[in-house]
T-cell receptor, first 113, second 112 residues
Framework: GAVVSQHPSWVICKSGTSVKIECRSLDFQATTMFWYRQFPKQSLMLMAT?????????EQGVEKDKFLINHASLTLSTLTVTSAHPEDSSFYICSASIQDTIYFGEGSWLTVV | QKEVEQDPGPLSVPEGAIVSLNCTYS??????FMWYRQYSRKGPELLMY????GNKEDGRFTAQVDKSSKYISLFIRDSQPSDSATYLCAMSSYTGGFKTIFGAGTRLFVKA
């Protein structure tokens, strides 16, 4: 199957700082990528849809100025959590769609201290 | 009513048992149906993908889709402790743009 790589796998940052998470499609071009957030023992919550060369589409309730998404190329989308706070600590997962199927990255654990 | 309903479990079975995981949905526009397996602290891994109604088999896994009943299933034969994970159903449609909806996930424990 298609491979989606996510980096870093885990990151700890201080409150008030910003952290960037990268999502790459390794063996295919992804015009659309998705960013999810997942709390422990809960399902995936779609945060935004990232479209190559255009602005991301955010789901209701997701602050676009806090969660900056950039999809600069067909193989890379980035999520930047700005001015992070402890409540932003979570598991962030990206995915890319190819031929009507979604493939996920390994996820990134963010801990804000 | 949620678009996709999935019992969160947990479901505990002995090793070797046949496991049945299910989801129901309400939107008849869904055309593509997937099952993902997610181990703790990992991203979901695609297990099965089916288009429209019917059965699909891959090793110990069988996916069934019944569009008339809006019901999908995943069967795991000869379950192993390594199958212990959370299983997420998902379904997609192109109506109003490509959209994928995920179930809440069922936590499965296979006891040795």
């Amino acid at each position: 199957g298609a491979v989606v790589s996510q980096h870093p796998s885990w990151v700890i940052c201080k409150s008030g700082t910003s952290v960037k998470i990268e999502c790459r499609s390794l063996d295919f071009q992804a015009t659309t990528m998705f960013w999810y957030r997942q709390f422990p023992k809960q399902s995936l919550m779609l945060m935004a849809t990232s479209n190559e060369g255009s602005k991301a589409t955010y789901e209701q309730g997701v602050e676009k100025d806090k969660f900056l998404i950039n999809h600069a190329s067909l193989t890379l989308s980035t999520l930047t959590v700005t001015s992070a706070h402890p409540e932003d600590s979570s598991f962030y997962i990206c995915s890319a769609s190819i031929q009507d199927t979604i493939y996920f990255g390994e996820g990134s654990w963010l801990t804000v201290v | 009513q949620k678009e996709v309903e999935q019992d969160p479990g947990p479901l505990s079975v002995p090793e070797g048992a046949i496991v049945s995981l299910n989801c129901t949905y309400s939107n008849s526009a869904f055309q593509y149906f997937m099952w993902y397996r997610q181990y703790s602290r990992k991203g979901p891994e695609l297990l099965m993908y089916t288009y429209s109604s019917g059965n699909k088999e891959d090793g110990r896994f069988t996916a069934q889709v019944d569009k008339s009943s809006k019901y999908i299933s995943l069967f795991i034969r000869d379950s192993q402790p390594s199958d212990s994970a959370t299983y997420l159903c998902a379904m997609s449609s192109y109506t109003g743009g490509f959209k994928t909806i995920f179930g809440a996930g069922t936590r499965l424990f296979v006891k040795a």
